[in-house]
């Protein structure tokens, strides 16, 4: 198992053995401050959460993959319930249910108000510290998929000073998350770099809509890096978006205002900066601030605002990734061997945009489904040569400074808007970056990640989702379809 967030813990404690590579770095799931999307509540149902999701999906959204997401949900949360996990209730002890961008219901369970995240990682970390069936590789992460013959049957490994190793497994899972880092500005913390997804292309794996990146519309803007997350639940208690002036700019943008699909705010956000009016969040009217949103004002605090006397500046910044490797709802990939879960995977079920809160019960649900697969198609055979790219062997894991000039290429030309000259670019740069950028490890993943971006955005000349084109600022319907890339595998050498 290539991942201990969500979606990787929920795998390793369901098969009857595993091991779990456990990176430094955490991932995207410690962070997250939304919450668990879920039909459970009076008045809800499964269809009514998987009709919401299909709606803001920009009609790409696999519906077999949607209905199972939905149907799944219940079970998942009440399985992680059962673990030990405590989400918020009211003085009766009933569930709290929030409200957020695209759901036409309150469906959202949160803990510890905006600390979802880390109860979830809390409960799945302290089960897997508890299992006796599941051995944990802290400080290692994957740096390369491992072949014998046409199947996957392991990963090569690294610490932190550069140590390498060679793992054997009878399947890798990859639960690797998103790729955010790839970008200047992001909600992402460090780790969340897109190993996993470009491990899997180097390898020959198809990979699937890598145009649709999404954009958080309420990042804290104020210079940090990873920029704070201003959850979207905040809007659903009634926090409003207003301009320099004071004025509110989203009720002229979409009817559903300020929970509007996160692409439409996003847009409206970039634009009133664009045209330097600003943009803030005010929740000035929400009560009890720092008790119902603590991690939030623990940020604004930190960087000198207070949400409770004054609105805070926003910015939209990258946070979540439709794309990656191509895989079913049970994880299989187009490689023998190879599973996929989690942000790194990509199943359809957002489509080209993610509704909100899905995130944290994509891997609850599909790494239980995930586990179920592997466990039955595992390969214990053993025999003839195992192979790796060279580089992984070689490489120092250390980026130079052109990793930080792709970035910011990255978000001011393939960013929130997106225009042709633009993308050609950025695709040229690349181009110029490439041999410096592959002299690192995390510099090679970057370019690796990059060179499935930039052609997937060109491709799609149409504006879909949260991929938005401002030369071609419509749908086409001859385009609602997702992208499939098959990428060529690099050449490999045998490893002891």
Request: overall charge negative; hydrophobic content about 45%.
């Amino acid at each position: 198992m290539v991942g201990a967030g969500v979606a990787g813990l929920t795998v390793a404690l369901a098969l009857p053995r595993a091991t779990v590579l456990v990176p430094e770095e955490p991932g995207s799931t410690w962070w997250a401050q939304g919450g668990i999307a879920v039909a459970m509540a009076e008045g809800d149902d499964p269809d009514l959460h998987a009709a919401d999701t299909v709606e803001v999906s920009g009609g790409l959204a696999v519906e077999e993959a949607v209905q199972i997401l939905t149907e799944g949900g219940p079970d998942a949360v009440e399985r992680l319930m059962a673990l030990g996990a405590n989400f918020d209730t009211n003085d009766e002890g009933d569930l709290l249910w929030g409200r957020e961008a695209g759901h036409s219901r309150r469906r959202i369970l949160h803990a510890d108000g905006d600390a979802t995240g880390a109860e979830v990682m809390r409960t799945l970390t302290e089960a897997a510290d508890a299992s006796d069936s599941l051995t944990q590789m802290r400080g290692w992460k994957a740096v390369d998929l491992v072949h014998r013959e046409e199947r996957i049957v392991g990963t090569v490994v690294t610490d932190d000073r550069g140590h390498r190793k060679v793992l054997i497994a009878p399947a890798v899972v990859l639960a690797t998350g998103g790729v955010g880092r790839i970008y200047a500005h992001t909600t992402n913390p460090p780790g969340v770099t897109g190993d996993g997804i470009a491990m899997a292309a180097r390898a020959g794996a198809r990979l699937a809509d890598m145009e649709f990146m999404q954009f958080h519309p309420t990042a804290l803007a104020g210079g940090k890096d990873p920029m704070p997350l201003l959850t979207e639940a905040l809007r659903g208690e009634g926090a409003i978006l207003i301009d320099g002036h004071g004025r509110r700019f989203m009720p002229a943008q979409h009817s559903d205002a300020e929970l509007a699909p996160r692409d439409v705010v996003a847009r409206a956000i970039w634009w009133q900066l664009d045209k330097g009016a600003g943009a803030y969040l005010d929740a000035r009217s929400i009560v009890n601030f720092p008790e119902r949103f603590p991690t939030v004002f623990a940020h604004a605090v930190s960087m000198g605002f207070d949400p409770r006397t004054a609105p805070l500046p926003v910015s939209p910044a990258a946070h979540y990734f439709m794309g990656g490797i191509d895989a079913d709802p049970e994880g299989r990939t187009s490689l023998a061997g190879l599973w996929a879960v989690g942000e790194c995977a990509s199943t359809g079920v957002h489509g080209a945009n993610r509704l909100a809160s899905n995130s944290l019960l994509e891997g609850l649900v599909f790494g239980a489904t995930v586990a179920a697969a592997v466990d039955r198609h595992r390969d214990e055979g053993s025999g003839g040569t195992l192979l790796a790219p060279q580089e992984s062997l070689d490489l120092p894991l250390r980026p130079g400074p052109a990793l930080e000039e792709l970035r910011r290429l990255m978000w001011e030309r393939v960013g929130l808007v997106r225009i042709g000259n633009g993308l050609w670019e950025a695709r040229n740069q690349l181009l110029e970056l490439d041999s410096v950028l592959r002299r690192s490890l995390a510099g090679r993943v970057a370019a690796d990640v990059a060179r499935f971006m930039i052609p997937a955005a060109l491709r799609r000349s149409e504006s879909r989702g949260s991929h938005y084109r401002a030369d071609y600022p419509e749908p086409d319907p001859l385009q609602a379809e997702r992208l499939m890339v098959e990428p060529t595998p690099v050449e490999l050498t045998p490893v002891a």
